[in-house]
C-alpha cells in the first residue's frame, strides 16, 4: 500500500471509512477492462452488490453465514469474456456454490460448486455464439444456453449453502473483462 487517509463518507454519503481503496488500486491495474472491485474495506455492502440472508462486514472481510449469499454485479460478457476472482479468508469455508445466470431475471440459473484453491475461487465466463462457457471449476468447461433476452450479462451469486457448518469469509472480489 502506498496510500494512507482518513475518510469519512462512502459514496451514498453515509459515514465510512475509505471503502474504495482496493477499487482504486485494481482500476490502475486493470484500467478499463475492471468490471467491479471490492477490498470490503467499508462498513456497508459495496455499490452493485447485495447480501441475500445474513452477511457482515468487518476489518476488511465480508462473512456469509450458512444459507446466504453475495450476488456479485452483472458482467457484460455478450463477446469477448470475463475472469472472475474471490479470495478468501485463511479463517473460511474452502467451498461455495456459484449460481450463474447469463441474462435476463427469468433465465435459468445453474449451480455449479467451487472449492478454493490455494485460498482463491478463479474462473473465466467467455461468450462462445449460442453459449457462455465457463472454466477454471474443475476439470471440465460448463456451458451455459444462449442469452435470449440480449443483454450478455452474466450474473453470480456466491452462495453459502445451507448445509454448510462454518462462514465463507472473502476479503476481495472482483471481475475484469479480457479483451
Known amino acids: ?64 453465514a450458512p444459507d446466504s449469499a453475495l450476488v456479485l454485479p452483472p458482467v457484460k460478457v455478450s463477446s469477448g469474456s470475463a475472469s472472475y476472482s474471490l479470495d478468501l479468508s485463511p479463517d473460511s469455508s474452502r467451498s461455495v456454490t456459484l449460481r450463474l445466470q447469463w441474462g435476463s431475471d427469468t433465465a435459468p440459473a445453474m449451480d455449479i460448486p467451487a472449492a478454493a484453491d490455494g485460498g482463491e475461487i478463479r474462473f473465466k465466463a467467455a461468450a462462445g455464439g449460442q453459449s457462455l462457457v465457463v472454466s477454471g471449476l474443475g476439470d471440465r468447461a460448463i456451458t451455459i444456453a444462449a442469452d435470449s433476452s440480449g443483454t450478455g450479462s452474466l450474473a453470480v451469486r456466491v452462495v453459502n449453502p445451507a448445509s454448510a457448518r462454518t462462514p465463507i469469509i472473502l476479503l476481495r472480489a472482483f471481475a475484469v473483462r479480457d479483451k
Open 1 to 64: 500500500m502506498d496510500e494512507f487517509g482518513i475518510y469519512s463518507r462512502d459514496d451514498q454519503g453515509r459515514p465510512s471509512p475509505d471503502p474504495a481503496l482496493f477499487q482504486r488500486i485494481s482500476a490502475i491495474k486493470y484500467g478499463k477492462g475492471l468490471a467491479f472491485a471490492s477490498g470490503f474495506e467499508g462498513i456497508f455492502v459495496p455499490n452493485g452488490m447485495t447480501v441475500e440472508g445474513k452477511g457482515t462486514i468487518s476489518a476488511g472481510t465480508l462473512s456469509l
